[in-house]
């Protein structure tokens, strides 16, 4: 496929490639976002710096169920916060209740209370790393 018609075939080749790069990376970044997690309150499925695959496509269209790990936009505090909590029980009205596994320490819907579509961002799809833990959730 040429997308490219320049004289030379090397650089026909080469703007071919930079531009399908683009599109893949843009996509990429549309449909998948990298994260670190930062805290243990969802130990032991996700642990402190693990990092983890968030569809923020599954975050937009929404339809969640109960078990689903989200990342979800709260408010803790006065300030607004990104958190990786459980769905553990969906409301009647379109609210989630959410919660960490570490309950003993995890702030959750227990205190910013239950969350709307809207407030989810993504939904955790995969933990990539570390290697010896890889899991599909």
Same mark, same amino acid.
């Given at each position: 496929? /040429?997308?490219? &018609?320049? =004289?030379? &075939?090397? $650089? %026909?080749?080469?703007?071919? $490639? =930079?531009?399908?790069?683009?599109?893949?990376?843009?996509?990429?970044? !549309? +449909?998948?976002?990298?994260?670190? $997690?930062?805290?243990?309150?969802? *130990?032991?499925?996700?642990?402190?710096?693990?990092?983890?695959?968030?569809? &923020? +496509?599954?975050?937009?269209?929404? %339809?969640? *169920?109960?078990?689903? @790990?989200?990342?979800?936009?709260?408010?803790?505090?006065?300030?607004?916060?990104?958190?990786? /909590? &459980?769905?553990?029980?969906?409301?009647?009205?379109?609210?989630?209740? @959410?919660?960490?596994?570490? =309950?003993?320490?995890?702030?959750?819907?227990?205190?910013?209370?239950? $969350?709307? %579509?809207?407030? !989810?961002?993504?939904?955790?799809? @995969?933990?990539?790393?570390?290697?010896?833990?890889?899991?599909?959730?």
């Amino acid at each position: 496929m /040429k997308i490219f &018609r320049t =004289a030379s &075939r090397i $650089v %026909n080749f080469w703007l071919d $490639v =930079a531009l399908i790069t683009a599109v893949l990376a843009g996509f990429c970044f !549309i +449909f998948f976002w990298p994260v670190r $997690v930062a805290g243990s309150s969802m *130990s032991p499925a996700l642990n402190m710096s693990d990092q983890v695959i968030a569809s &923020r +496509f599954a975050g937009f269209v929404g %339809n969640f *169920s109960e078990g689903d @790990l989200v990342m979800a936009r709260v408010e803790i505090d006065g300030e607004t916060e990104i958190v990786i /909590k &459980r769905i553990a029980d969906i409301l009647d009205d379109g609210r989630y209740f @959410l919660l960490g596994d570490n =309950a003993a320490i995890s702030i959750d819907s227990r205190h910013f209370g239950p $969350v709307t %579509n809207r407030q !989810i961002v993504a939904r955790i799809l @995969l933990r990539y790393f570390p290697l010896s833990v890889i899991e599909i959730f």
